[in-house]
């Protein structure tokens, strides 16, 4: 049997393709463009991607600065009132990150309120609880009358615009329910938190809305 020698062709390379290489680079443009997207959220945006989730989950619709408002009865609180930063807010309740001069702040220096408020049932005279040692605080924006005499003073100064209904709210379970470090105001249909001291994240966030719903629940009725 006479072998048979096959002999093997030389592979052809192919050309130059210009198809090919403008398809490459797409492919790495946007593969670097979606790991800038998915980083620029992870780092710059991600307190505004997680208030965003906080919101949707606690029913509540984010507002950016542009869009904002203050929510009532802070718009009537100092002169001029405080500017809105960020606004969460549905129909009863708004959490909000204010921007105000504060009177008792550093001279000439701006102060920063977190607030809470709460649509309420009932119709109270302006009362509040401000934290003994705070600088600065929210009721510092309302002229109203201080009664020092009414609480212990480690940690609330008592103020309001009606001696009986201050003195009904510092005898209320109010006053033991609240932190020391927030501040605590009834002003007509809506009660209001100041958690300044704490910072604007979804984990204060949260204990915001708890307190305020326990805080309504053993809220006496107004004298």
Not at 207 to 218: F, G, N, P, S, T
């Amino acid at each position: 049997m006479v072998p048979i020698l096959v002999l093997a062709s030389a592979p052809v390379l192919p050309g130059f393709s210009f198809v090919v290489l403008l398809t490459l680079l797409a492919v790495v443009g946007v593969s670097s463009f979606v790991f800038w997207v998915l980083a620029w959220r992870a780092t710059t945006r991600k307190r505004w991607l997680d208030l965003s989730y906080w919101a949707a989950s606690n029913k509540l619709r984010l507002y950016r600065p542009e869009r904002a408002r203050v929510p009532t009865p802070l718009d009537s609180f100092g002169n001029p009132p405080p500017d809105p930063l960020l606004l969460l807010a549905n129909k009863r309740t708004s959490v909000a990150q204010l921007q105000a001069q504060a009177p008792r702040a550093v001279a000439g220096g701006a102060a920063r309120w977190n607030v809470l408020v709460r649509q309420i049932a009932t119709d109270w005279p302006p009362v509040g609880l401000r934290p003994a040692h705070h600088a600065s605080s929210l009721l510092d924006l309302i002229s109203l009358s201080s009664y020092p005499a009414l609480l212990p003073p480690e940690r609330f100064v008592a103020f309001g615009s009606d001696p009986a209904a201050i003195r009904h709210l510092a005898r209320s379970t109010i006053v033991a329910l609240l932190p020391p470090d927030v501040g605590f105001v009834l002003y007509g249909p809506a009660l209001i938190l100041d958690f300044s001291d704490r910072p604007f994240d979804t984990i204060e966030l949260s204990r915001m809305v708890a307190l305020a719903d326990q805080l309504e629940a053993r809220l006496p009725p107004p004298v």
